[in-house]
T-cell receptor
């Protein structure tokens, strides 16, 4: 069974803290993605990666960075958390260019920044 | 830029048929996907249309008209468990690489 896991389901952090969100997939997928989901705004792409050590900015990369040192792991970093980064964060993966449209999502991390 | 429009909410009766529309404006287009997301759950992939026409998968069908920049998801024989949010997503090659842009989602409520 295809599986994408995220390090935490719920996370509470203080303004200014550095926050790491981890995502691991066990499907040997080339592509990995980070989205944030907010009511009424749908899923917005933060960053994505086509390969190890490769990354591309999505639609809302400001305030975020990513790291992909191994194929199965894609990390999202909030360098200095702010209250407007309170959101649901979803990680996804997909197989190659042909499978780009079929993404497998993790359960999400609900981050609250106080 | 890219934009996708879907109705924000739809209500339908159990056993009926419902259609969720999606119109898109993108600088490039490779295909239209549909995802389902139950409250508190992760989005799950339902279907993908790269060519015009209707694709059927059980009770769910998806349609695409590239000339009209329009697609829809058709759910037949509605069941209470179909109550969820449904997102359309466009596979878009703009910016020199391909990515997927999601719509804002349609919340479907199935009532008895």
């Amino acid at each position: 069974d295809v599986k994408v896991t995220q390090s935490s389901r719920y996370l509470v952090k203080r303004t200014g803290e550095k926050v790491f969100l981890e995502c691991v997939q066990d499907m040997d997928h080339e592509n990995m993605f980070w989205y944030r989901q907010d009511p009424g705004l749908g899923l917005r792409l933060i960053y994505f990666s086509y390969d190890v050590k490769m990354k591309e900015k999505g639609d809302i990369p400001e305030g975020y960075s990513v790291s992909r040192e191994k194929k199965e792991r894609f990390s999202l970093i909030l360098e200095s958390a702010s209250t407007n980064q309170t959101s649901m964060y979803l990680c996804a993966s997909s197989s190659g260019l042909a499978g780009l449209h079929e993404q497998f999502f993790g359960p999400g991390t609900r981050l609250t920044v106080l | 830029g890219q934009s996708l429009e879907q109705p924000s909410e739809v209500t339908a009766v159990e056993g009926a048929i419902v259609q969720i529309n999606c119109t898109y404006q993108t600088s490039g287009f490779y295909g239209l996907s549909w995802y389902q997301q139950h409250d508190g759950g992760a989005p799950t992939f339902l279907s993908y249309n790269a060519l015009d026409g209707l694709e059927e998968t059980g009770r769910f069908s998806s349609f695409l008209s590239r000339s009209d920049s329009y697609g829809y998801l058709l759910l037949q024989e509605l069941q209470m468990k179909d109550s969820a949010s449904y997102f359309c997503a466009v596979r878009d090659p703009s910016g020199g690489y391909q990515k997927v842009t999601f719509g804002t989602g349609t919340k479907l409520q199935v009532i008895p």
